[in-house]
């Protein structure tokens, strides 16, 4: 993700052999009272050191594709972004260390970048922001025609056709539809990933042209000076006062805005609250138990966050508590028309609604 007007800070590193910290022992809330600036961690903290071993491995790839004398700087943040107007990534504070991932996903039900793989697309990712703001390629005539103005106002929500192939597809939500500077970004992801064979998993997509042009003007600026140097850290949690539980609240808020509304036509197509199925388990009791799987499920096919899908199937279980609904049918035939109304409404919502761009 690229960003416009942050205001720049900079941060004093720790010690690679600084103790563990204390906080790593608090509980859930305790930790969540803390401010970002109460962390103490920073990229050279000893829990760091896989992420580092990731960062490592992208700027390997980045040799081997001739830029070995452009390494974007890393820092941590609240998230992913490359700002606008310094070449380098801002990394979430939770890949620094195993017991802020453990929040992380308790409270997001999911830690974007935790594993090795996904880290590392997302890497590639704002690598490719990082290269466009310290070559200034966006300026060039031949970037606008392919991917569009990088002046294009970034919208709050956009609303993607998944079935396009006039976009690659590396990350979630088919990101690359979301500004021309993502269609980059992605586009150079894809170009980037090692052994990831673009030119015959791209044939006669009308994508190609974009990976094309990106071959060719990779093969011209690597090695060459670049145009904007700036080391600054923007926004890092080192000068952050907010504390990790201000912080959660409105990251869930505004996800749960994103849920589409349910109607009861679709929950009683299949639960019911005739009386022939009073003996029978509640509708609420089956959604409860099933949730995690028909969460992650769901979540795996439409690119949807589970939070967002986990909001929607808190909305159900409250309504089918209200209409007092009972499944009609046995756990084992329940199951699959649970996940084809889910997945529908999901779907729904994707065509009909809007993908929010990340906070």
């Given at each position: 993700m690229a960003t416009n007007g942050r205001k720049s800070r900079c941060i004093?590193?720790?010690s690679p052999t600084s103790p563990a910290p204390c906080w790593a022992r608090y509980t859930d809330s305790d930790l969540l009272d803390l401010r970002f600036c109460d962390l103490k961690i920073t990229l050279n903290s000893p829990a760091a050191a896989p992420l580092r071993h990731r960062i490592d491995r992208l700027y390997n790839e980045l040799d081997r594709k001739g830029f070995t004398n452009f390494k974007p700087h890393c820092w941590l943040s609240t998230e992913w972004f490359s700002p606008d107007g310094v070449p380098g990534i801002a990394i979430p504070f939770y890949l620094a260390h195993p017991r802020l991932a453990k929040l992380e996903k308790k409270q997001m039900l999911q830690a974007e970048?935790?594993?090795?793989?996904?880290?590392?697309?997302i890497l590639r990712h704002e690598a490719g922001h990082a290269i466009n703001t310290a070559y200034r390629l966006h300026y060039r005539k031949a970037y606008r025609d392919l991917f569009g103005s990088y002046a294009t106002p970034y919208p709050e929500t956009y609303k993607p056709k998944p079935n396009s192939q006039k976009f690659v597809h590396h990350l979630d939500y088919w990101y690359a539809q979301a500004h021309?500077?993502?269609d980059f970004a992605e586009t150079f992801a894809?170009?980037?990933t090692p052994k990831s064979n673009w030119r015959n998993h791209y044939k006669n997509w009308p994508a190609l042209r974009k990976l094309d042009y990106i071959d060719t003007l990779m093969t011209e600026v690597a090695g060459s000076p670049t145009k904007i140097r700036?080391?600054?850290f923007i926004e890092p949690i080192t000068h952050n006062q907010q504390t990790?539980?201000?912080y959660y609240r409105t990251r869930k808020l505004t996800l749960a805005d994103e849920f589409p509304s349910f109607f009861d036509t679709d929950l009683t197509k299949l639960f019911s609250n005739e009386a022939k199925y009073t003996r029978r388990k509640t509708a609420a009791a089956f959604l409860r138990d099933y949730a995690p799987e028909l969460r992650s499920t769901v979540a795996h096919w439409t690119a949807a966050h589970p939070y967002t899908i986990d909001q929607v199937l808190r909305d159900m279980i409250d309504r089918c508590k209200e209409l007092r609904l009972r499944c009609k049918?046995?756990?084992?035939?329940?199951l699959p028309q649970a996940y084809i109304m889910l997945t529908v409404q999901t779907m729904n919502y994707i065509h009909s609604g809007h993908f929010r761009l990340p906070l």
């Amino acid at each position: 993700m690229a960003t416009n007007g942050r205001k720049s800070r900079c941060i004093t590193h720790t010690s690679p052999t600084s103790p563990a910290p204390c906080w790593a022992r608090y509980t859930d809330s305790d930790l969540l009272d803390l401010r970002f600036c109460d962390l103490k961690i920073t990229l050279n903290s000893p829990a760091a050191a896989p992420l580092r071993h990731r960062i490592d491995r992208l700027y390997n790839e980045l040799d081997r594709k001739g830029f070995t004398n452009f390494k974007p700087h890393c820092w941590l943040s609240t998230e992913w972004f490359s700002p606008d107007g310094v070449p380098g990534i801002a990394i979430p504070f939770y890949l620094a260390h195993p017991r802020l991932a453990k929040l992380e996903k308790k409270q997001m039900l999911q830690a974007e970048g935790n594993s090795e793989s996904e880290c590392l697309k997302i890497l590639r990712h704002e690598a490719g922001h990082a290269i466009n703001t310290a070559y200034r390629l966006h300026y060039r005539k031949a970037y606008r025609d392919l991917f569009g103005s990088y002046a294009t106002p970034y919208p709050e929500t956009y609303k993607p056709k998944p079935n396009s192939q006039k976009f690659v597809h590396h990350l979630d939500y088919w990101y690359a539809q979301a500004h021309p500077a993502e269609d980059f970004a992605e586009t150079f992801a894809v170009w980037m990933t090692p052994k990831s064979n673009w030119r015959n998993h791209y044939k006669n997509w009308p994508a190609l042209r974009k990976l094309d042009y990106i071959d060719t003007l990779m093969t011209e600026v690597a090695g060459s000076p670049t145009k904007i140097r700036s080391k600054q850290f923007i926004e890092p949690i080192t000068h952050n006062q907010q504390t990790l539980r201000e912080y959660y609240r409105t990251r869930k808020l505004t996800l749960a805005d994103e849920f589409p509304s349910f109607f009861d036509t679709d929950l009683t197509k299949l639960f019911s609250n005739e009386a022939k199925y009073t003996r029978r388990k509640t509708a609420a009791a089956f959604l409860r138990d099933y949730a995690p799987e028909l969460r992650s499920t769901v979540a795996h096919w439409t690119a949807a966050h589970p939070y967002t899908i986990d909001q929607v199937l808190r909305d159900m279980i409250d309504r089918c508590k209200e209409l007092r609904l009972r499944c009609k049918h046995t756990d084992h035939l329940t199951l699959p028309q649970a996940y084809i109304m889910l997945t529908v409404q999901t779907m729904n919502y994707i065509h009909s609604g809007h993908f929010r761009l990340p906070l």
